[in-house]
């Protein structure tokens, strides 16, 4: 057991363990730089990178221009630069902007297990914090570290959980996450840190209503959950008091949202592992612009087509096998997941997205494009594809998918992705991930301009470059 670890009941001799915020908070601030293993320093860096590249991409639709003129609109000044925009906001307002950026296309990466889009806050969280204090781009890039340690632990505990009652957890941890982050880069102490998190759980939210609609909320739970972390960890700088029990307690975070299916929650994993296990290493970087739970449905149907050469003309039927536990996201409701109304609802959609992988061999940012998604060679193959639930699915371990077609001539054709391509044990490479990133950025920079951002932030961890002078490269 190492020095973060607690048993969440009682020690030797009878005496209450720590809460659980005063652990994490322990870890977040006394974290030492050198002692985060070099590949796990690394791949931080390099998923990075990958937000950074998909912020730049995000600039280029309406949804992102209407968040900076609502947020502009507030006119409370400020000098922190926005990634690939041409605008200047305070240090909370650009680290809630450049967040809905990092995630605005569904195309950053997810942390399987705590079902957590970390890097989308933990990064602007991290650089914009470190450019507003005068911190380096190393320090960014531990504080970035501390704050996925933190949130994807909070979601693993609930165990798929705060899906099934309509919450978003990428909302709910990366609140926690952040706090730590900031209350590092704030120079709090962990008592102090503590007390961040007990705010942080007022604050700390997210609905699943925008499968509904295709609604933009979902883009700001990042942002939010940024703004929420810097707001607790300034005031709890200032001596505001949290509580202390804010993951565990009567109304803490599960109990409060879980209600009854609390009681299954893995509350010790918030803590396990803390200094040893580097989560930041298993995080799964997206080969595909939608919701990672679709990911290997998609897969499925795309090797499908390509290995026996079929058509939509010799399809009867495609059937899809999801996880439980996804079907609420990318399943439901049927009629509405067939024929998607906007390019989100198609980024939620399991049978759109099957059907445009078989047809086109995977799904580009360009097939979410709204004339895209009314292509009635798609649509008509939707139509014709359903989804079962798969009882043996590794799920939440991994995101699988199996397709099976049902051909005209009267075959039956299956295949399955047992591990979704880009989970932990599945990784996609440095070179792949460097890859996308050029192809995302230069969908608004030059190659050359790309370049340079790419190099600049592949020395984050190495180079004394300040965090503010790295912020300056990215505007726009």
Not at 328 to 341: G, L, S, T
Not at 409 to 416: A, I, M, S
Request: net charge negative; aromatic share 6%; hydrophobic share 45%.
């Amino acid at each position: 057991m190492n020095q973060f670890s607690t048993d969440l009941g009682t020690e030797a001799g009878g005496a209450v363990s720590r809460p659980l915020s005063q652990v994490l908070a322990d870890f977040a601030i006394g974290l030492d730089h050198d002692a985060v293993p070099e590949a796990a320093r690394q791949r931080a860096v390099l998923l990075m990178l990958d937000a950074i590249g998909i912020a730049f991409a995000c600039t280029r639709y309406d949804f992102a221009h209407r968040m900076l003129s609502g947020m502009a609109s507030l006119d409370a000044g400020g000098d922190m630069p926005v990634i690939g925009m041409a605008a200047r906001l305070p240090w909370r307002d650009a680290l809630v902007m450049n967040a809905y950026l990092a995630h605005g296309l569904d195309f950053d990466d997810t942390h399987v297990e705590g079902v957590v889009h970390a890097t989308a806050a933990a990064m602007p969280t991290a650089l914009v914090t470190a450019a507003w204090r005068g911190r380096s781009g190393r320090d960014a890039v531990t504080a970035y570290i501390a704050s996925v340690e933190t949130a994807v632990r909070v979601g693993a505990a609930a165990k798929g959980g705060f899906h099934q009652v309509g919450f978003h957890p990428t909302g709910l941890a990366n609140a926690f996450g952040a706090t730590l982050a900031a209350a590092r880069l704030l120079d709090l102490t962990a008592e102090q840190a503590a007390h961040a998190q007990g705010i942080a759980l007022s604050t700390a939210g997210g609905s699943l209503e925008f499968l509904n609609d295709g609604a933009w909320t979902k883009r700001m739970h990042p942002g939010w959950a940024g703004m929420s972390g810097a707001t607790a960890a300034a005031l709890a700088k200032q001596g505001f008091q949290g509580p202390a029990l804010a993951y565990e307690g009567r109304f803490g975070l599960y109990n409060m949202l879980l209600q009854n299916a609390a009681a299954s929650c893995d509350l010790p994993r918030l803590t396990e592992g803390l200094g040893e296990v580097w989560e930041v290493a298993k995080v799964a970087v997206k080969p595909l612009p939608a919701c990672h739970f679709a990911h290997a449905s998609a897969d499925a149907a795309a090797i499908l087509a390509q290995q026996h050469g079929l058509t939509a003309d010799d399809v009867e039927s495609l059937e899809l096998a999801v996880p439980e536990g996804v079907v609420k996201v990318i399943c439901e409701p049927q009629a509405q997941k067939r024929r998607p109304a906007n390019p989100y609802e198609a980024q939620f959609s399991v049978h759109y997205l099957s059907a445009n992988a078989f047809l086109k061999g995977g799904v580009s940012l360009r097939d979410l494009e709204p004339d895209a998604i009314r292509d009635p060679a798609v649509l008509a193959l939707a139509d014709r594809t359903s989804y079962r639930v798969d009882p043996d699915s590794p799920f939440p371990k991994y995101f699988s998918g199996e397709a099976r077609i049902v051909t005209k001539d009267g075959r039956t054709l299956t295949h399955r992705e047992e591990m979704n391509r880009g989970c932990a044990d599945r990784p996609l490479s440095a070179e792949d991930i460097v890859a996308k990133f050029m192809s995302n950025a230069t969908m608004t920079l030059s190659p050359a301009r790309a370049a340079e951002v790419r190099d600049a932030v592949l020395m984050m961890d190495e180079a004394d470059l300040p965090a503010e002078d790295l912020l300056e490269l990215l505007a726009g």
